[in-house]
C-alpha cells in the first residue's frame, strides 16, 4: 500500500495563480476587508481554512498531511499540532530545519505531541534551505555542514529519546553522553512520562552526495521530486548507500497534480491559471514533459516544478509508474486545497491504489 498524504499551504490556499490576489482562508495575499473570513468580524480566520483541509484530507482516505517550513509562512510545529489535534487517524509530518532549536529542545516537543496523538507524528528535516533564509534566522552553518549538523541533530534526538536510564537510579550517570562539533549532551535523556513512545519517523530529501549520505543513515523515507530525466539515478545510489550501512530507506516523492474527469477538463484549468501570469506568448502545454508530466507548476505558486496533469485514469497511471519504480509514500499537492483534497479522495486514489483504497470485504 503506498502511502499517500497532502501538503498543506504555508501562507494561502492557492486559488488564484497570482499571489498578489490570493486571499481565500483569511491569510496570504493583500488584506482582505474584514479582520476574517466571515463577514461578521472574528468568526473565522486562517486556521479555520487550514484545519477544514486538514479534515478533507482525513475524510477522503489520505494517509495524512505534510505541515511544510516556509520561512514567510504559517509555523509548520503549530499548523502540525493543530492537525493532530483536530484528526484521529492521520500522520502528520512537520517539516522544520535543524536550526529550529537543540535536538534534545526539538525531541521533547515531539515527544509531547507523540502523547498527544498516539504515534502520529512525523518529522522532515528542511536541511538545505537558500542563504538570505539562512542569514535571516541567524544561522551561520552553510554547505555541506548543514548535514553534518542534520546527522548530529538526529544522533542527539534518538540518544535522547531512546536513553535507557536504571529506574530509580537518578539522574546521575544513567543518561545519554554526546559530545560533537554542534551539541554537547551529558546525562540526557527522556524519563517518565516522555519515556517509551515511538519516534517520529523522520523524512530527508535532497539528491546531493552529501543528501545521499545523510539519508542512507538516518532516513526513514528520503522524498525526492520529478526532474526532466527522472529521479532514477539519485534513487540508486541511495539504494547503494543504504545497503552498505545495512538499511533500507523507503523511497518518497513530492509532486503536484491537477486531475479532472477528462484530459481536456485537466489541460483547461491549467491554461487558466497560467493565463493569469502570461496573457500572451505560448500556451501552458509549450512546457509538457511526456506521460502527463508538466514543468510549470513552479510557476503557479508551488514549490516544485514538475507535476502531473490529466485525467483521473491518466493521472492514476503515472502514479503506479511511480510505485513500480520502488516509490512508496507520495506527498500530493493542488489548488485550491480544499476542492483538490476532495477530488483525489473521490476520483483518483481507489484507481492509483485499488489494493489499499479499496475494501473488497467486510471487516471482521
Known amino acids: 500500500m503506498t502511502e499517500y498524504l497532502w501538503r498543506l499551504p504555508a501562507r494561502g490556499d492557492g486559488r488564484r495563480a497570482n499571489p498578489e490576489l490570493r486571499q481565500r482562508g483569511g491569510f496570504g495575499g493583500p488584506g482582505p476587508s474584514t479582520p476574517a473570513t466571515d463577514v461578521r468580524p472574528g ?5 479555520d481554512d487550514l484545519h477544514q483541509i486538514i479534515d478533507a484530507a482525513e475524510l477522503n482516505g489520505l494517509d495524512g498531511v505534510l505541515a511544510p517550513y516556509d520561512p514567510l509562512g504559517e509555523e509548520s510545529w503549530i499548523v502540525a499540532a493543530g492537525a493532530l489535534r483536530a484528526t484521529r487517524h492521520a500522520r502528520v509530518v512537520v517539516e522544520f530545519q535543524p536550526a529550529f532549536g537543540t535536538p534534545v529542545y526539538a525531541a521533547k516537543i515531539s515527544a509531547t505531541l507523540q502523547r498527544l496523538s498516539a504515534g502520529r507524528l512525523g518529522w522532515r528535516l528542511a536541511v538545505d534551505t537558500d542563504i538570505a533564509d539562512e542569514r ?28 535507557d536510564p536504571i529506574p530509580g537510579a537518578g539522574f546521575k550517570g544513567t543518561g545519554f553522553e554526546y559530545a560533537g562539533e554542534f551539541y554537547d549532551v551529558i546525562d540526557g535523556g527522556f524519563r517518565g512520562i516522555l519515556s517509551g513512545l515511538p519516534f517520529p519517523q523522520v523524512y530527508l530529501s535532497g539528491t546531493s552526495a552529501a543528501a545521499l549520505k545523510l539519508s542512507a543513515k538516518h532516513a526513514d523515507v528520503h522524498v525526492f521530486t520529478e526532474a526532466p530525466d527522472g529521479f532514477a539515478a ?4 541511495l539504494r547503494r548507500l543504504a545497503g552498505a550501512q545495512g538499511r533500507t530507506v523507503r523511497a518518497g516523492l513530492e509532486l503536484p497534480i491537477i486531475a479532472r474527469e477528462t484530459e481536456t477538463e ?21 512546457l509538457s514533459l511526456g506521460d502527463g508530466r508538466w ?3 513552479g510557476e503557479l505558486g508551488y514549490p516544485q516544478a514538475i507535476g502531473l496533469v490529466g485525467s483521473y485514469e491518466q493521472v492514476a497511471r503515472q502514479l503506479q509508474v511511480y510505485t513500480a519504480a520502488g516509490i512508496d509514500s507520495i506527498a500530493l499537492s493542488g489548488h485550491p486545497h480544499i476542492e483538490e483534497v476532495h477530488r483525489t479522495g473521490e476520483h483518483l486514489l481507489h484507481l492509483a491504489d485499488p489494493a489499499g483504497r479499496v475494501l473488497t470485504e467486510a471487516p471482521a
Open 136 to 163: 535571516a534566522r541567524g544561522d551561520r552553518v552553510v554547505g555541506d555542514d548543514r548535514y553534518a549538523r542534520a546527522a548530529e541533530f538526529l544522533t542527539v534526538a534518538r540518544g535522547v529519546w531512546n536513553s
Open 295 to 297: 514543468a510549470g507548476f
Open 266 to 286: 485537466a489541460w483547461a484549468r491549467v491554461e487558466r491559471q497560467w493565463r493569469e501570469l502570461h496573457p500572451t506568448g505560448p500556451d501552458a502545454t509549450s
Open 234 to 237: 539519485p534513487l540508486a545510489e
Open 43 to 47: 468568526n473565522f480566520g486562517p486556521f
